[in-house]
């Protein structure tokens, strides 16, 4: 890693707090740049349902452990990651000898969750994503179509961060969601925490995922998005930012490496959406990457598998790119 480089942690504390989504493998492998440029983790698969508690009643946390004591020793926040999704959450959860189990059922075993898994973190958690990805993408469907929606009904996520309220008291408690900037979703969103706001139900803030690419969304739609969510009165935080060269449609393979010109407009895009965070760094409390460097991101796997990305501020042996620099304040 390169000397004398201005870490992103302290070049942005008078901003927002600077993340990345860790797996327990990128503790040791990445483990100088972490503590070098960040002071916010999120642990990027192991505080999910079907990793907490595989089997009903049999809770698993040696990997978050990892992840929480990492952040511990390095005085670094964390962000509880997540307690109800559509994806990740075992079939045990909807089902009941051998048929779809009922509502009460299936809420019983939502508050269960919640109270074990949130207990357990109350110590290194300060905010939850309740509820992640609850809306859907396109057409005039609003929430997604879900076992969580067929078991319980449209009140799933009200009823998630109300029991999230009482039993983890003192927790900022988050909505998270992606394509947030888009406006056929960003409207189907907005109208989803408008109607929690309005119900009284308990919603700290608002994580826009910023999965996006150096094609879209626009600067402008990134801009109008942020002035749309921050109007709504909730904190917002940017929870799972990278940066891909591929626009979300191609599905092509053939780059070994990246290409001069898609670094520049990469590095163009980051600087002009950290510009953007610093505008409304009033209601940003904190910028996550989704990984560390270049070498290890899931972009290398979806949408294409086997398929080099280098999304991040960081290349694969760990030094900045031009991007680092160009969003550095």
Known sequence: MEKNIMPLCKAFKEDFWIGAAVSEKVLGTHEALLAEHFNSLTAENSMKFALTEPQEGHFVYEEADKIAA??????????????????????????????????????RRMENHIREVTAHFQD???????????????????????????????????????????????????YNDYNECFPEKREKILRLLRGMIDRGVPV?????????NIFGPTIDQVHESLEAYAKLGLRL??????????????KTTQLSAPL??????????????????????????????????????WLDAYPVKNRKNWPLLFDESHSPKSAFFSILP
Not at 74 to 85: A, I, S
Not at 167 to 173: E, R
Not at 204 to 212: C, L, P, S, V
């Open 70 to 107: 990492f952040a511990r020793s390095h005085k670094m926040k964390m962000r509880g990651h997540t307690l109800v999704w559509h994806n990740q959450t075992p079939d045990w959860v909807f089902e009941e000898k051998g048929a779809p189990a009922s509502r009460e059922t299936v809420l």
């Open 124 to 174: 290194a958690v300060y905010c939850w994503d309740v509820v992640n990805e609850a809306v859907e993408d396109k057409g005039e469907g609003f929430l997604r179509q879900s076992k969580w929606l067929s078991c319980v009904g449209e009140d799933f996520v009200d009823r998630a961060f109300e029991t999230a309220r009482r039993l983890a008291p003192g927790k900022q408690l988050y």
């Open 204 to 212: 700290d803030g608002f994580g826009m995922q910023g999965h996006w």
């Open 237 to 250: 935080q940017i929870t799972e930012l990278d940066i891909s060269l591929y626009a979300s449609d191609n």
């Open 260 to 297: 001069p010109e898609l670094l520049r407009l990469q590095e163009k895009y980051y600087a002009q959406i950290f510009a953007l965070f610093r505008e409304y760094r009033e209601v940003i409390d904190s910028v996550t990457f989704w990984g560390v460097a270049d070498d290890s991101t």
